[in-house]
């Protein structure tokens, strides 16, 4: 599949005759990871596809191999193969019979639901006072006299 991507020509002058023709190289992942809510893809850097990895897989020919190790080799080689067919039996199992999600995720659900409809009744009680409201006492003194003019004489 061929993307098309906008790219700079003076990045591409020197390595190509036409940036124009160039074509858009799509990264494909190194790993895929499936979930039950979702897909997690691995993508590798660059430093990384140009360093082989110490850890290659090596290729054994089993025909070369002697009775012990051939032996030892077939087990692990059955072995992985149960396991990769026994995880893909319970996961297609597992969605068949719907028991992906959490446990005790409707109970969750409901919980937050009560607490926010406590939330909307408390607010709807408070009304026009709120709830920092605070008393403020007053102290009026009566004043009982006048003040004095002054004698303009």
């Not at 895929?32 to 990895?53: A, I, R």
């Not at 409707?106 to 937050?112: Q, R």
């Not at 009680?125 to 004095?148: D, R, Y």
């Amino acid at each position: 599949m061929v993307s098309q991507v906008l790219v700079k020509p003076e990045d591409y002058l020197g390595d190509h005759s036409d940036p124009v023709l160039l074509k858009y190289k799509e990264k494909t992942p190194r790993n895929v990871l499936t979930f039950s809510d979702g897909v997690l893809e691995e993508y590798s850097s660059d430093e990384e596809e140009k360093t082989p990895s110490a850890l290659s897989p090596i290729i054994v020919d089993p025909n070369t191999l002697t009775w012990g190790p051939w032996m030892l080799y077939k087990t692990w080689a059955a072995g992985y193969t149960t396991r990769s067919v026994i995880d893909y039996v319970g996961e297609a199992l597992a969605s068949f019979f719907d028991i992906t999600t959490p446990r005790y995720y409707f109970e969750l659900e409901e919980y937050k639901r009560r607490k926010a409809e406590k939330e909307r009744e408390a607010e709807k009680a408070k009304g026009w006072t709120g709830e920092n409201t605070e008393v403020v006492e007053v102290q009026l003194t009566a004043v009982n006299e006048l003040p004095s003019q002054p004698n303009v004489g």
